[in-house]
């Protein structure tokens, strides 16, 4: 059974930092494509950024230069670092890889800004 495991959000004021974990398991964790996605209150869930297999990322725009994605396969973990974060990023955030043309989703996680 695959799962996806978010952790480490939480309250943090506007500038500060926070990194979010997301654990992997039942798949070859090393082969996949992961992505971030957050959804905030009455809002669709928005794409944030992915990394591929060999360490390639893209991010959405407004997160781009801020968020910073990256994985430790030896922990089958993937890894949000978020610096310089605004009100706008509150969202609940979620990690995602597809699998065999199954999509799966972690449960999420919080993240609050406050300014």
């Known amino acids: 059974q695959i799962q996806l495991v978010e952790s480490g959000g939480g309250l943090v004021q506007a500038g500060g930092s926070l990194r979010l974990s997301c654990v992997v398991s039942?798949?070859?964790?090393?082969?996949?494509?992961l992505s971030w996605y957050r959804q905030a209150p009455g809002k669709r869930r928005e794409f944030v950024g992915y990394?591929?297999?060999?360490?390639?990322?893209d991010y959405e725009g407004t997160v781009k230069g801020r968020f910073t994605i990256s994985r430790d396969n030896a922990k089958n973990t993937v890894y949000l670092q978020m610096t310089t974060l605004k009100p706008e990023d509150t969202a609940v955030y979620y990690c995602?890889?597809?699998?065999?043309?199954?999509?799966?989703w972690g449960q999420g996680t919080q993240v609050t800004v406050s300014s």
């Open positions: 039942g798949t070859n964790f090393n082969v996949l494509t």
């Open positions: 995602n890889s597809v699998v065999l043309g199954s999509n799966y």
């Open positions: 990394i591929f297999s060999d360490g390639e990322t």
